[in-house]
């Protein structure tokens, strides 16, 4: 049974900083694309970035790049996501996905077939 489990949202203040986790379980992790999307309330959800696997090229976007970087330890069955210069408009539920996905459809929710449940980022002062 695979498994994907977020941690690390918080409240944050505008400017700040935080580090999302997602520990994958029940796959073979280094053969899946990971990728970070996002749901604020009343809005669909949105890619924010996603991790190849293989090369491990990384997508961001356009909203989040220099801000956001995202990451993978395949030891630790395990990818990260840096968000900096957090704004109000960063506020959202982040879900963790996985997927065999292609590079062209790296940035479709519909092309992942993994989701965790999500962890809670809010920005405000």
């Known amino acids: 049974q695979v498994q994907l489990v977020e941690s690390g949202g918080a409240w944050v203040q505008p400017g700040g900083s935080l580090r999302l986790s997602c520990l994958a379980s029940?796959?073979?992790?280094?053969?899946?694309?990971l990728g970070w999307f996002r749901q604020a309330p009343g809005k669909e959800r949105e890619f924010v970035a996603a991790n190849r696997w293989g090369q491990g090229n990384t997508y961001a976007a356009d909203s989040v790049k220099g801000r956001f970087t995202i990451s993978r330890d395949n030891a630790k069955h395990t990818v990260f996501m840096q968000m900096n210069s957090l704004k109000p408009e960063d506020t959202a539920v982040y879900y963790c996905a996985a997927g065999r996905v292609i590079a062209s459809t790296s940035r479709q929710a519909s092309a992942y077939n993994y989701w965790g449940q999500g962890t809670q980022v809010t920005v405000s002062s």
């Open positions: 029940g796959l073979s992790f280094r053969d899946y694309t």
